[in-house]
């Protein structure tokens, strides 16, 4: 079947926002990137921005040039929430709707741009010039509320600064002349710094210090892969998305597997909302990060590496393609990299399109592959076969930098900060409820009071460590540890003061898990959808005791039935709140008297059934005689 239009001299066209696309120009983007399957995500990714959607006759281009069949190309092109079937308009705003922009007042900005637009969120504008979305969290929780403008942000909005974007939009000017007249003119970081603010509200010693360069990279060449993973073993770095296994160990199990090929690739996929470390790093510690990857490479005998960037840090791009090319002409990068005959290692950037899945290391490998980022069942682990079936090693942006850092300092520097089992400093990204959000890097141990005091968050009555999947805790935990062993976080941690509600958090969080739960297993896929109906009860005042339990028995069946790190830590949001904040709940149950639920609700109850067989009821239907 062609979807497509044959146009009067037979060449088959798909249609593409208004106009339809000549099938040799989807070829040629195919031939761009070597007509390569795996390239899938950056073919479609251009497809998407050039005609704004994904049409039928596109993906059987796309499908014929690649080897594919159609239905695969559909999979990715269905799967990726920044990519679209249906045609986008020529400018598309995405407005962060997560809890810290709600409380921020992102609707009050998102009512404005729907007046001047003439628009709805969720909707197109009939001649193509604009979209209106919400989307989750886009790592600039520190200065919400905050929007993309297609590869721009716009951070701090107010209903002032979004009256005037949307009206300088409407009037012609591009989203890049909304941060400066002269973008054109700007360098790559410049562009960067114009958009956001990198808030460093506390350098530590290791990371956002003085950082001599290269230094890490110029002792690695000068020892042997195994001395290079045995300083890091010694230091006792752990990785630093949120898992926090042992860094060392994995290069060990990648070096030692016995294959023709190994890769190293770079996890810059934080999606956590509340976590924007990485983009700090990113921005700030560019080569630092290469650097690191770099030395990963040496250690384990790999030759390419993959740096996979969030589609929401698309404004990065050009600044780290530069930063890849500089290395390449300095010689730090490609073959026989300082003079080190066979040390040849080279970095390819992959950027994702909006799925907070892909953070997770087995959907992101299956991304990088150019295929939907479902994760992927273990064993065998990513050590063992992981890219394209070859031994990988995936670590976070900040362990790779620590690496590099290491390397020159040596293991016993970074190992005698920090405390037993979480040695060095971590990035914390601090946002919400606070009068400094931003970021800290401080030594492993310090209590979440103390952190308190250094954000201006001393009135704070619940903090969220690590983000919707990690712990929220009240203020009588306040004296507990962030380290692995006690509060472990990625980063996130986002304060809240005493005026907001718990289960609006909470059911904001569970929204969150539905909308990104992959669907490949049915526990997380509809478990989370009947989390959240639970939720919404209480919010109602409908919940009765038993509703505790159930709670408690279907977070229980879903962690331990999901596949993946998404499941498994979904409910943790509802668990950690009944415990932590049992009054919340208790406040607003309904006791069953006698047996009798005096919140059940009959005609919620049979809705469903009373539509699937078109019956009305005498008692209930108002316009039963109609
Ligand atoms: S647990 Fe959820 S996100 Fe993970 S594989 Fe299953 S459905 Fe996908
Ligand atoms: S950008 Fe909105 S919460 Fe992260």
Request: proline share 5%; aromatic share 8%; net charge negative.
């Amino acid at each position: 079947m062609d979807n497509g239009h044959k146009t009067g001299n037979g060449v088959s066209t798909a249609i593409c926002g208004t106009a339809p696309v000549p099938a040799e120009e989807i070829e040629a983007i195919c031939a761009q990137f070597g007509n390569d399957k795996h390239r899938m995500l950056d073919i479609l990714r251009e497809v998407q921005d050039r005609y704004r959607c994904i049409a039928p006759a596109t993906m059987d281009h796309v499908a014929a040039a690649t080897g594919l069949t159609r239905i695969e190309v559909e999979g990715v092109a269905s799967f990726y929430s920044f990519l679209s079937l249906a045609p986008k308009g020529r400018v598309t705003i995405r407005l962060c709707d997560d809890i810290v922009d709600r409380f921020s007042g992102v609707s009050e900005v998102a009512c404005v741009f729907e007046e001047e637009l003439g628009l709805k969120i969720g909707e197109t504008s009939n001649d193509g010039a604009f979209s209106l979305e919400y989307t989750p969290c886009i790592g600039m929780c520190d200065q919400a509320p905050a929007a993309m403008v297609n590869d721009i942000v716009l951070t701090k909005l107010t209903p002032e600064t979004a009256r005037s974007a949307a009206q300088a939009l409407k009037a012609g000017r591009s989203p890049e002349q909304l941060i400066s007249e002269r973008f054109e003119a700007l360098t790559p970081s410049e562009r960067a710094l114009h958009m956001v603010d990198n808030n460093i509200r506390h350098a530590g010693e290791v990371l956002l210090g003085p950082v001599p360069e290269d230094a890490g990279l110029a002792k690695a060449a000068t020892i042997t892969p195994t001395q290079i993973i045995s300083a890091i073993e010694e230091s006792g770095l752990r990785g630093c998305g949120g898992a926090g296994f042992t860094t060392g160990r994995k290069w060990r199990f990648a070096a030692s597997e016995r294959a023709e090929k190994h890769f190293v690739i770079c996890n810059a996929d934080e999606g956590e909302p509340g976590t924007f470390k990485d983009r700090v790093l990113l921005t700030e510690r560019p080569h630092l990060l290469i650097e690191g990857m770099t030395i990963a490479a040496r250690a384990v005998g790999a030759r390419e590496g993959i740096l996979y960037l969030r589609g929401e840090y698309v404004y990065l791009r050009e600044l780290l393609l530069q930063v890849l090319e500089e290395r390449r002409r300095r010689g730090l990068l490609g073959k026989d990299i300082l003079g080190v005959k066979g040390f040849d290692f080279d970095i390819r950037l992959q950027l994702g399109a909006g799925a907070y899945i892909c953070g997770e290391e087995g959907a992101l490998i299956s991304s990088c592959e150019g295929l939907p980022g479902e994760p992927k069942t273990r064993p065998p682990f990513p050590v063992n076969r992981g890219y394209l079936g070859y031994p990988t090693v995936v670590n976070n942006v900040e362990t790779f930098c620590h690496a590099a850092r290491i390397l020159d300092k040596g293991a016993a520097w970074f190992n005698a900060m920090g405390m037993e089992g979480s040695h060095g400093t971590k990035l914390f990204s601090v946002c919400g409820d606070c009068l400094n959000p931003g970021i800290y890097e401080l030594p492993y141990g310090h209590t979440v009071r103390e952190l308190l005091a250094m954000v201006g968050g001393e009135d704070a009555a619940a903090v969220q460590v690590g983000g919707p999947s990690g712990t929220m805790i009240a203020r009588d935990s306040f004296h507990r540890k962030l380290t692995f062993d006690d509060l472990a976080t990625g980063g996130a941690i986002i304060v809240f003061n005493g005026e907001r509600n718990v289960l609006e958090i909470v059911e904001y969080y569970m929204s969150f898990f539905v909308h990104e739960s992959c669907g490949y297993c049915t526990p997380c896929r509809v478990g989370n959808v009947f989390l959240q109906k639970a939720i919404q009860k209480f919010r109602k005042g409908l919940a009765n005791p038993e509703d505790i339990d159930y709670l408690k028995d279907l977070s229980g069946t879903i962690i331990e039935t999901s596949r993946c790190g998404l499941g498994m830590t979904s409910p943790n949001p509802v668990l950690t709140t009944l415990k932590n904040f049992p009054l919340v709940y208790s406040a607003v149950i309904k006791p069953s008297k006698d047996g009798i639920r005096d919140t059940f609700d009959i005609q919620s109850a049979i809705d469903g059934a009373r539509k699937i067989a078109k019956r009305r009821s005498y008692i209930f239907d108002k316009d039963f005689t109609q």
